[in-house]
């Protein structure tokens, strides 16, 4: 290959010698705007969220029942040492919180709204947002059974996959934000694999879905779920992780404070979840 520079037939031009020197004395400039530019989305990609907490109704009193009896050793531990010997019963919940998704290779602030009907439903809303500002939106929900999505890159509704990954999502986010549903809703099931597993199987259309949960082995709380979810429309199903993370009180309840979701293809999480609030049994969702 001829390098433009050492071309012969350049050579001498005067044209080309004065535009090279031309672009090599602008070339700082042009790197000093290069540089702000980058630092300037630095910045705003760490420019810290407000939650999306406005409008969020008031709660309503939670009343509890008995912890069911024959629940798997590690279930049983980690309902007593989150709620005692009873539950709360939860029929509606608001989740507030920030994060940050993974698009294009980057990690992108992010702040979230999920509406619960416990076991039922859900009606969620993902904004990316740069220097306080939205640019990106992502939609979904859960009713009837039925999944919906809509994004900046489309729209997808109706679908049997979208339908079984909304489901599975639902059922996750239980896990790690209502979780005394999943000892007070009766068509839930648990059963035994060992001292720090057990099966979780929740409906799902006209069956059921089955996650692999695991559970600290020292301290008892819940950890990890695990399934085989949908990716997308075309792809078959794929193993789904959620990480849950730092337990701790909030509106009388423990839960996961923390949560990543990982694709076990991927390798590395694809969003990451810090809850700022949670309002339970607010009859909204």
């Given at each position: 290959?001829?390098?433009?520079?050492?071309?012969?037939?350049?050579?001498?031009?005067?044209?080309?010698?004065?535009?090279?020197?031309?672009?090599?004395?602008r070339?700082?400039?042009?790197?000093?705007?290069?540089?702000a530019?980058?630092?300037?989305?630095?910045?705003?990609?760490?420019?810290?969220?407000a939650?999306?907490?406005?409008?969020?109704?008031?709660?309503?009193?939670?009343?509890?029942?008995?912890?069911?009896?024959?629940?798997?050793a590690?279930?049983?531990?980690?309902?007593?040492?989150?709620?005692?010997?009873?539950?709360?019963?939860?029929?509606?919940?608001?989740?507030?919180?920030?994060?940050?998704?993974?698009?294009?290779?980057?990690?992108?602030?992010?702040?979230?709204?999920?509406?619960?009907e416990?076991?039922?439903?859900?009606?969620s809303?993902?904004?990316?947002?740069?220097?306080?500002?939205?640019?990106?939106?992502?939609?979904?929900?859960?009713?009837?059974?039925?999944?919906?999505?809509?994004?900046?890159?489309?729209?997808?509704?109706?679908?049997?996959?979208?339908?079984?990954?909304?489901?599975?999502?639902?059922?996750?986010?239980?896990?790690?934000?209502l979780?005394?549903?999943?000892?007070?809703?009766?068509?839930v099931?648990?059963?035994?694999?060992?001292?720090?597993?057990?099966?979780?199987?929740?409906?799902?259309?006209?069956?059921?879905?089955s996650?692999?949960?695991?559970?600290?082995?020292?301290?008892?709380?819940?950890?990890?779920?695990?399934?085989?979810?949908?990716?997308?429309?075309?792809?078959?199903?794929?193993?789904?992780?959620?990480?849950?993370?730092?337990?701790?009180?909030?509106?009388?309840?423990?839960?996961?404070?923390?949560?990543?979701?990982?694709?076990?293809?991927?390798?590395?999480?694809?969003?990451?979840f810090?809850?700022d609030?949670?309002?339970?049994?607010?009859?909204?969702?």
């Open positions: 290959m001829i390098r433009l520079r050492n071309c012969p037939l350049l050579r001498g031009c005067p044209t080309f010698a004065s535009a090279q020197k031309a672009v090599m004395r070339m700082p400039a042009a790197l000093l705007w290069l540089g530019l980058l630092g300037l989305g630095w910045l705003g990609l760490r420019v810290r969220l939650a999306l907490t406005a409008g969020v109704p008031a709660g309503r009193g939670v009343n509890a029942v008995p912890l069911p009896p024959g629940l798997p590690p279930v049983d531990r980690f309902y007593r040492q989150a709620f005692g010997s009873s539950v709360p019963v939860v029929t509606a919940a608001v989740i507030v919180g920030r994060g940050w998704l993974r698009l294009f290779g980057l990690r992108w602030p992010m702040r979230f709204r999920f509406v619960h416990a076991g039922s439903g859900f009606q809303l993902i904004e990316v947002v740069i220097f306080g500002v939205p640019v990106m939106r992502a939609a979904e929900s859960l009713v009837e059974g039925r999944g919906h999505m809509k994004t900046p890159f489309g729209e997808q509704s109706s679908d049997p996959p979208l339908d079984q990954a909304s489901t599975l999502r639902l059922w996750a986010e239980t896990a790690m934000w979780p005394s549903v999943l000892v007070t809703d009766s068509r099931r648990w059963s035994p694999v060992d001292d720090a597993t057990a099966l979780l199987h929740v409906p799902s259309g006209a069956g059921t879905e996650f692999v949960v695991r559970f600290d082995p020292d301290i008892g709380w819940l950890r990890l779920l695990e399934v085989m979810r949908y990716h997308s429309t075309n792809s078959g199903k794929k193993l789904w992780l959620c990480e849950a993370g730092n337990w701790a009180p909030v509106s009388g309840q423990k839960i996961a404070m923390t949560g990543t979701v990982i694709w076990q293809e991927q390798g590395e999480p694809w969003a990451a810090t809850v609030d949670v309002v339970y049994n607010t009859g909204t969702a």
